[in-house]
C-alpha cells in the first residue's frame, strides 16, 4: 500500500478547449444533428463511419449508435473532401485544430471507413512533473492507448517553450502534436514543429532538427522503430534535451521490447564467475543493463489522473532485471484537484550469505499457535479465538533450489509476479526445494541433501510456467504460516516430539474441511510415523473419504481423496 510522502499540494485547474464544431462540421448531417446537444458532447472520444453500418460515437467504456440511417458512400466521400489530404500512415485532419481523421481502405485503395478522434488541448496537465521540467533530463512517457500521452507531450512542449524560454522543436510525425495544416496549434505555444513526410522518415527528422535548428529540447511522440531509438540516443549524447512518448504500459514491458530496450540502456547477456555467481545466488549467465539510459527520467500513465515516476530509470532497470522491485513514486490528483505524492514498497534488498549454522525457517502446514488460537467454552467446545494483530517487519527474500524446473521459467515468473524469491545455487543455501516429480526420481542427491539440511521439499507436476508460478506462491504462503492450499507438499523433513499426534491430526482436518471436501481435491499429508497415519485415516474415515499411504520409509505419507 501507498504511503504518503508529502502533503497534497495545490495544481492549476485543467483547462480543456476542443474545437468540436469544426469537427462536426465535416461529418454527415445526420451524425452532426445527433452530436449537436451538449450532453452527447460531454467526454466523446471519437466518431467511427464504417460504409454500410450505423453511425457510432464512442466515449470511455461505451458506444452509442447515432440514428438509424447507414452510411453511404457518397457520405464518405463528402467527408474527404473537407479534409486535408491523407498521408503514408492513412491520417488526415482539420487545419489548425488537433481532431485526427484515420481512413481504412479495402483492397484498390478505396476508403471504405473513418475514425474521427476528437483532439484536445487540455491546459494543467503538466502540473503532475513540472518539477521534472527544471530538471534538464530527458523525460519519456508511457501508457496505454487513449490515457493522455500525447496530450501531456503537447503541454509539456508549451510549458518549456513558453515559461521556462528553452528552444523547442516538435516532431510532428502524423500532425498528431500540433494539428493539420503548415500553422502549428496555438496549444505548443512558441514551439516550433517539424513535419515528417512519411513515417519512416521520423528518425531522419529528428536528426536533422539537431544539426539545422539547434534546439535545446526535443519533443517526439511514439518512437516505435530501432532506428528511431538509436536517433534518439544520437540526440540525448548530443546534450540536447528529450521529451518522449513510447509504446508499452510501464517500464518492465520497455525492458523486455527489443526493440525499443535501449531507450532505457539495452539489455545483454553475461556469464559470471563462480564466485560472484554465488554472492548474487544467481545462475552464471545473468541479463544486465548494456549502457547508460537514453531517457533517465521515466513516467508510467496508469490513468489521466494517476502517474507513476521512475527518477533513476538505471537503478530501476537493474532492479527489474535482478527480479526485484522497483520503488516508483505515486502521484495522483483527487478529487479536488489536488497533488497526491506518494512511495510504492521498496524492492527487497539482496541478503547476505547466511552461515551455515544458522537454524534455517521451516516451511510447514501446520498452523501458527498464534495464528489460530483455541479456547474453551464452558461446555468444553473447541472455538477459535480472536488473533490479535502484532506488526512484522517485511520477511526478507525466500531462497529457492530449482531441482528440473527451467530457471528462465522461474525468474520470469518472479519478475511478473514480483515474487520476494532469490534462486539459490546450492541446496544447502535455499530455505526451499521446487522440483519436478519425475526430475526429482532422477535426482536422488537432491532429496538427500535437502534432508541433511532440513529444506523442505515441493513438487510440481510438470515445468510450465503456471505451474510453477503456483509453486514459488504456494512457497511464500507456506513460509508465512499458511501452507492449508497445498495440493502436493513433500518436505524432507517430518514433525517430531510429543505434540506429533496433535499435529498431524489438525493437519488432517484443515486439508479436509478447506481442500478435499469444497474444492474436491486429493492432497498428500506430512510424512508422519505410523501412529500419526492410522489416526489421519480414522479421522478422514469420519468425514467418509478414502485415503492411502505413499512413500517409503520415513517419507510414507497418507493420501486423502475426494469423494
Not at 493539420?180 to 516550433?192: E, K, L, S, T, V
Not at 496433535?502 to 482436518?509: I, N, S, T, V, Y
Request: proline share 8%; glycine share 8%; aromatic share 2%.
Amino acid at each position: 500500500m501507498a504511503i504518503p510522502s508529502t502533503p497534497p499540494q495545490p495544481i492549476t485547474p485543467q483547462r480543456i478547449t476542443d474545437d468540436l464544431d469544426r469537427l462536426l462540421a465535416v461529418l454527415p448531417a445526420g451524425v452532426r444533428e445527433a452530436l449537436q446537444p451538449e450532453a452527447a458532447r460531454e467526454q466523446l472520444l471519437e466518431v467511427v463511419l464504417d460504409l454500410g453500418r450505423v453511425p457510432e460515437a464512442r466515449y470511455p467504456g461505451r458506444a452509442v449508435a447515432l440514428g438509424e440511417a447507414v452510411v453511404e458512400r457518397a457520405d464518405l466521400e463528402a467527408v474527404v473532401e473537407r479534409l486535408g489530404s491523407f498521408g503514408g500512415d492513412n491520417r488526415a485532419g482539420i487545419e489548425r485544430t488537433l481532431h485526427r481523421i484515420s481512413a481504412i481502405r479495402n483492397r484498390t485503395g478505396s476508403i471504405v471507413g473513418l475514425t474521427c478522434r476528437v483532439g484536445r488541448a487540455v491546459f494543467g496537465t503538466v502540473a503532475m512533473v513540472r518539477d521534472l521540467m527544471d530538471s534538464g533530463q530527458s523525460l519519456l512517457l508511457m501508457g496505454r492507448p487513449g490515457v493522455g500521452k500525447t496530450t501531456a507531450l503537447r503541454e509539456i512542449a508549451r510549458v518549456l517553450a513558453d515559461e521556462l524560454g528553452k528552444r523547442v522543436v516538435v516532431i510532428d510525425t502524423s500532425n498528431e502534436i500540433a494539428g493539420d495544416g503548415d500553422i502549428p496549434h496555438p496549444a505548443i505555444g512558441r514551439a516550433r514543429r517539424m513535419q515528417v513526410a512519411r513515417p519512416e522518415l521520423q528518425h531522419q527528422v529528428m536528426i536533422e532538427a539537431v544539426e539545422n535548428h539547434m534546439p535545446e529540447v526535443i519533443v517526439i511522440d511514439e518512437i516505435g522503430t530501432e532506428l528511431e531509438a538509436q536517433a534518439a540516443r544520437t540526440i540525448a549524447e548530443r546534450g540536447v534535451m528529450l521529451v518522449a512518448t513510447a509504446h508499452g504500459n510501464e517500464l518492465a514491458n520497455l525492458v523486455k521490447n527489443p526493440t525499443l530496450s535501449d531507450l532505457v540502456g539495452g539489455i545483454e547477456s553475461v556469464t559470471l564467475g563462480d564466485e560472484e555467481a554465488r554472492r548474487r545466488r544467481s545462475q552464471k549467465t545473468v541479463l544486465e543493463r548494456a549502457a547508460e539510459p537514453t531517457f533517465p527520467l521515466a513516467v508510467e500513465m496508469h490513468s489521466r489522473h494517476r502517474w507513476l515516476v521512475h527518477r533513476d530509470v538505471a537503478r530501476t532497470v537493474d532492479l527489474l532485471l535482478r527480479g526485484q522491485l522497483p520503488r516508483p513514486q505515486v502521484r495522483e490528483l483527487d478529487g479536488d484537484g489536488r497533488l497526491q505524492l506518494s512511495e510504492t514498497p521498496g524492492p527487497v534488498a539482496e541478503q547476505p550469505r547466511r552461515p551455515s549454522h544458522q537454524v534455517k525457517p521451516q516451511l510447514s502446514s501446520q498452523p501458527s499457535p498464534r495464528a489460530v488460537p483455541r479456547s474453551t467454552t464452558g461446555n468444553g467446545a473447541a472455538t477459535a479465538a480472536p488473533a490479535s494483530p502484532e506488526p512484522s517487519a517485511p520477511s526478507p527474500a525466500l531462497q529457492v533450489f530449482c531441482a528440473g524446473v527451467s530457471e528462465t521459467l522461474a525468474e520470469q515468473a518472479i519478475r511478473s509476479r514480483r515474487l520476494a524469491v532469490q534462486l539459490s545455487p546450492t541446496v544447502e543455501d535455499a530455505d526451499a526445494v521446487l522440483a519436478v516429480r519425475q526430475q526429482l526420481g532422477r535426482e536422488p542427491q537432491v532429496r538427500r541433501s535437502a534432508q541433511a539440511a532440513a529444506v523442505p521439499i515441493l513438487v510440481i507436476k510438470t515445468d510450465t510456467l503456471p505451474q510453477i508460478q503456483r509453486g514459488l506462491e504456494r512457497l511464500l504462503q507456506r513460509r508465512q504460516g499458511d501452507g492449508s492450499d497445498d495440493d502436493i507438499p513433500q518436505p524432507a523433513m517430518a514433525a517430531s516430539g510429543s505434540d506429533d499426534d496433535l499435529a498431524g491430526l489438525e493437519e488432517c482436518r484443515l486439508a479436509v474441511e478447506q481442500l478435499v471436501l469444497p474444492q474436491g481435491r486429493p492432497v498428500e499429508l506430512l510424512p508422519r510415523s505410523p501412529r500419526v497415519r492410522r489416526l489421519q485415516a480414522e479421522l478422514a474415515a469420519h468425514y467418509q473419504l478414502a485415503s492411502a499411504e505413499f512413500g517409503s520409509g520415513s517419507q510414507q505419507r497418507l493420501r486423502i481423496f475426494p469423494r
